[in-house]
């Protein structure tokens, strides 16, 4: 059985380090290239099955040779594809991601396929039958439909919106979600005024505001929690968000569940930034650590 599918974006990712972003008109210099497999809903997949859970994906590729090597990638680490719908008519979604020499990340791509996922294509049975669905970027009516799955199902629903949260309206997933996932800007688009309790706001749902290299907070109907965050050498911020994600669903869920009444939201936080610390201090989007190093690193053995 699959304990936790992940359902959004599936890319394929180009990572150029260059010395410093370019102005218009300007020109900067590549000092390195990689090609990996990227997306949100990828990437915090392969983070939770690298803490040893069993992980699905719900998204889509081309029928290419990008969408084959992204594929392929997933099943080496053991993420269930099955769901992992294949379009003939649109290629594989690559982002091309501009990384300076202080880890700041441009991002540029094409639409491509990764959105190719109606409400139509979504296996009912499959979701209601894990413990946990994270939600990603992706089309709002089948984000809205896989919620509602499993909400009706009992299975409990995060989601991350991401960066397009301001241009699309999620509004009908976002009443299904029991946990969200936010940066600053992003709080700022969807709360209206109370930046210090979001979850009296959000009708008790518990958020979690991430402030980068400043740590972040999570307010629950109960309590709220903040954590500083972790000195940490940074060298590409790419992917240190869904490194987050996975790292705070992973303590919840060993737990018993995100809503549990054992659910430690604090530990949750702490391990989550370092999490993403970790994930920063390495190249690429792939970079989430394993339970083991996260716990050296926060025993301070790493």
Request: hydrophobic letters at 40%; charged letters at 25%; one cysteine or more.
């Amino acid at each position: 059985m699959v304990e936790v599918i992940t359902a959004g974006h599936v890319n394929w990712d180009v990572t150029l380090r260059v010395d410093a972003l370019p102005n218009p008109d300007g020109e900067a210099r590549i000092d390195s290239q990689q090609r990996s497999g990227g997306g949100s809903a990828a990437n915090v997949a392969v983070a939770l099955s690298g803490m040893d859970f069993d992980t699905g994906l719900v998204g889509s590729v081309g029928d290419d040779d990008n969408g084959l090597l992204a594929r392929r990638e997933l099943d080496e680490v053991g993420v269930d594809c099955t769901h992992l719908l294949e379009s003939e008519e649109n290629e594989t979604t690559t982002k091309y991601l501009i990384v300076d020499e202080r880890g700041e990340v441009m991002v540029l791509g094409n639409e491509g396929a990764n959105e190719a996922v109606t409400p139509a294509d979504v296996n009912p049975e499959y979701v209601r039958r894990a413990n946990h669905l994270h939600l990603t970027s992706q089309r709002p009516d089948t984000a809205a439909e896989l919620a509602r799955i499993a909400t009706e199902a009992g299975v409990s629903v995060s989601f991350d919106p991401g960066r397009r949260l301001a241009e699309r309206d999620f509004g009908a997933a976002l009443a299904y979600s029991d946990v969200m996932f936010l940066n600053d800007r992003e709080a700022r688009t969807i709360l209206d005024s109370d930046l210090e309790h979001p979850s009296s706001e959000l009708h008790g749902r518990v958020v979690v505001i991430k402030h980068g290299e400043a740590g972040a907070q999570v307010d629950t109907p109960e309590a709220s929690y903040d954590h500083p965050g972790f000195d940490a050498d940074v060298v590409d911020t790419t992917g240190a968000g869904d490194a987050f994600a996975a790292g705070f669903l992973a303590v919840l869920l060993r737990e018993g569940g995100v809503l549990g009444p054992d659910a430690d939201y604090e530990r949750a936080l702490e391990f989550a930034n370092a999490c993403g610390a970790l994930a920063a201090m390495e190249e690429g989007a792939r970079t989430a650590p394993s339970w083991g190093e996260v716990e050296a690193f926060l025993n301070g053995q790493f």
